[in-house]
Nanobody, 125 residues
């Protein structure tokens, strides 16, 4: 499976972006999915996760209430809607996949089977 992340860009604080992660070479519905982000010099951090069917989601405390993860298995695509963006949300955002189901609130502890290439999100103050 190959993952391709899209949708990053430059936005002012308080603005919104929607990231997409498109899967090819496999069926997305077989994977528990998540988003991570990384700032240079810091460790990659968990952002959000979604179960196989989309019925369960989990978020990092820092984005809860502002970000929404979703998926469309028919389109082999996962999304991250980001609202009320803050300068501290600036990072490279990566999508990832874990084969089979997962417990979304423990998603960060799973070894990811696949990673996307990352997309830069920059929030200006």
């Amino acid at each position: 499976v190959q993952l391709q992340a899209y949708g990053g860009g430059l936005v002012q604080a308080g603005g919104s972006l929607r990231l997409s992660c498109v899967a090819s070479g496999g069926t997305l519905s077989r994977y528990c999915m998540g988003w991570f982000r990384q700032v240079p010099g810091k460790e990659r951090e968990f952002v959000a996760a979604i179960s196989l069917s989309g019925g369960f989601t989990s978020y990092a405390d820092s984005v809860k209430g502002r970000f929404t993860i979703s998926r469309d298995n028919a389109k082999n695509t996962m999304y991250l809607r980001m609202d009320s963006l803050k300068p501290e949300d600036t990072a490279v955002y990566y999508c990832a996949a874990v084969k089979d189901n997962c417990v979304t609130y423990n998603y960060a502890t799973y070894e990811q089977d696949y990673w996307g290439q990352g997309t830069q999100v920059t929030v200006s103050s």
